[in-house]
């Protein structure tokens, strides 16, 4: 029995003695990929020494003798600090995940093939200024100068993430960068979902309930719906259950191509001396995208020959797309401009491969492709072109279901341009000095569409960035829903001239601002869109910029973390006017009971979505179940596209807006319900769901355990084990609602986690530029074991900020690493 026990032991040591192995040999191999921050390295690239500060949150300071080589000390950094996050990006560009990840990630390749994203960005390179040519050539000698320093040094591939899906990384080039900027657009762009979903719940609904569903925006006018239907007999639309499989999770979050309630939302804002305590103009900006670890955004200071400037990045791009310099500041959030159409192509009845246009049938413009596919056959697509754009296939978007037998639908887009010359109008805007000078960068931005907020010291405007499509007036369909193809009168005629976009300067009140509101009310076809993306944060803002005379830095900030939702404010009372404090006092225990312990709570409540408050999740919970009690019945399956709770919606049924309260009535009932009996199910629909999902007294339940923030690995995010290592998570305030937005994703499974939101924060002072501050969600690195990988996300969480200095000694004084790079002698 002894030696039996001795093996045994011996056994068991010799196994943990393995396991310990393994451990450390898998973190010695990841750990190699740290970059080292205090190094000299010898490159080839630049004319003469570059520096690379990193301060004490390893944001780097970056000088060099000559512009270029502080762009190539950009593409350096950037390539130390998130090379996987840029190669992942390209490759989402050029259609190649699936040489990756297998068949799962088909779907996300074969649109991005079918959009040609990559040889579009490809094609763009020619037509940059020389300028912006010139840094695009030189950041990209940073990123490859990085490279090189992996292969010599045996830097652990650059990224663990590598070794689990190892891949040869080409040189980054000047069409990468574009590229990269073109799926930065895709990520703000949902005016195509739009059309889809309200075709198909035109194809659904009477006439009169689309406009309750998916209405325009409070306070502008009710524009007539499009009879779409009335293009094409409605047999002729095919009946499809399902299309495509969903994404699956893992890939998921590489794809660009978001669902309607979440394309790109923002916030920014800025004060005029005469608004300003300090006599000096002030600038907010927040831009709202999906969260992830690690963050899209990455902090960074170049100093070029005409000074610092300094503010958020994208790995992959040698811009700051937000900050400041000496001379201005600038922040974007989504314009929400109607750059999308879908186009329906009827199809030639004797040769399938020509579709009509208005002089007759011709042929689509066809090439083949190869998709490589990890562990599998490769895969042949067969593009198709015609002069309105790429055909989409049926599986994509949902396309198929509103798309009439014999014909296929093709996408209009602006930024599907061979000559898009945005990046070089972020160079200029970067670098302008005053405000005239950026507002003129804009002329050659293509898209997606951007409301820019610029300062100086003493004047504030705001400026539309984007092509605009010019639409004849007779347009069938106002490019609301899909349009006949091969009619003149649907297809674009040209773009509108740049000074068509809005444009506001020195406003009489001294504030402007935009949190994706609608801007102006402008009859098509010179509207900017029907589909704006916020109708409610607009207000709250209003309230608190005129809740003072003066503002400072430290109340733009106050905005910027904001979590009163001004949407509860107003539908709680339209919802719950008649349930409130009626009746006696229920027994303990009871459904009524809890019932009235709900209402209570919200009776009492300020609308604050506090993550340590009980009521955000209750209010939420009922408003969730109650959209979805009303709309269940009319639309079936189609229910499900509407993730979110439209407050808009709400607010017409109980208003009785057009009749709108007919939403309340059970279709397949045979008792009328009306509007409070539907409040009372929901609410206890809710309760019950809460009960089952938290099992906790309601008074105990916390806003912060539902809505927690979910910053994940993009790929390793949902693999066991490896979760806990590379997720970010943390319980945060706000809501869809609220000026500090903390987007919900919608999902049955975790329908209030909040998965998008302000990633980059930032306020900008002049009247003392060098107290100016920002902030983003997670770190600088991309690296799960580097001590940046998450040391802003606590800061960002309780709303701290880090200061937004030019001064280079108080980088180096806190610094946390010094590189040098020094030029091959020659």
Known sequence: MSTFVKWLTRLFLALATLIALAFFSIYYLASRSIPEYDADYVVTGITDDVEIIRDNASVPHIFGATDEDVYFGLGFAHAQDRLWQMVLMRRTAEGRLSELFGERALQVDDLMRRLDIYDLAKRSVRDQDPETTLALNAYARGVNSWLAQINTGALGRGAPEFFLFPTAIAPWTPADSIAVGKIMALEFSGQLEDEILRTRAILALPKERVKDLLPDPLGMPINALAEYTSLFPKSEYPIYAQFAEPLDPMIAGLSPFKKRAFAGASNAWAAAPSRSAAGATLLANDPHLGFS???????????????????ASIPGVPVILSGRSDYIGWGLTAAFMDDQDLFIEQLNPKDSEEYLTPTGYKRFEIRQTIVHVKDAAPRTLTLRWTENGPVLPPSHYNVGKITPQGHVATLGWTALSAHDTSVSALMKLMKSKTIDEAIAAGETYIGSAQNVTLVDGKEIALKTFGAAPRRAYNHQTQGRTPAPGWLENNRWQGRM??????????????????????????????????????????????????????????????????????????????????????GAQAPDGTI????????????????????????????????????????????????????????????????????????????????????????????????????????SALTSLRWGDAHQATHDHAVLGKTPILKWFVNIRQSTSGGDNTLMMGLTSGTEDEPFSNVQGAGYRGVYDFADPDSSVFIIATGQSGHPLSRHYDDMGQLWRRGEYLPMSLDPALARAGSVGIATLSPEPK
């Open 592 to 695: 009524e009971r809890r019932r009235q312990i709900a209402l209570d709570l919200l009776a009492n409540w300020n609308g604050e979505m506090n993550e340590h408050l009980p009521e955000p999740l209750i209010y939420a919970a009922w408003m969730r179940a109650l959209q979805k009690r009303l709309i269940q019945d009319e639309l079936g399956p189609l229910a499900d596209e509407f993730t979110h709770v439209n407050p808009v919606f709400i607010d017409r049924v109980y208003r009785d807006t057009d009749g709108a309260s007919a939403w309340c009535d059970i279709v397949q009932s045979t008792q009328p319900e009306n509007c409070k009996d539907l409040a009372r199910i929901a609410l206890d629909d809710a309760l019950l769901w809460l009960d089952q999902t938290y099992g």
């Open 497 to 582: 001239p740049y000074s068509f976009n809005p444009e506001f300067r020195e406003p009489a009140g001294g504030i402007l601002g935009n949190t994706n509101n609608q801007i102006i009310d402008r009859p098509f076809p010179n509207h900017i869109s029907f589909y704006w993306g916020d109708t409610e944060r607009i207000e709250r803002w209003k309230k608190l910029m005129q809740n003072r005379e003066v503002h400072t830095r430290e109340s733009f900030i106050e905005g910027q973390l904001d979590t009163v939702s001004y949407t509860a404010r107003r539908i709680l009372p339209l919802i719950a006017a008649d349930l409130w404090f009626s």
């Open 293 to 311: 670890a690690p963050s899209i955004w990455y902090l960074a200071r170049i100093e070029l020959q005409q000074g610092g400037i300094i503010g």
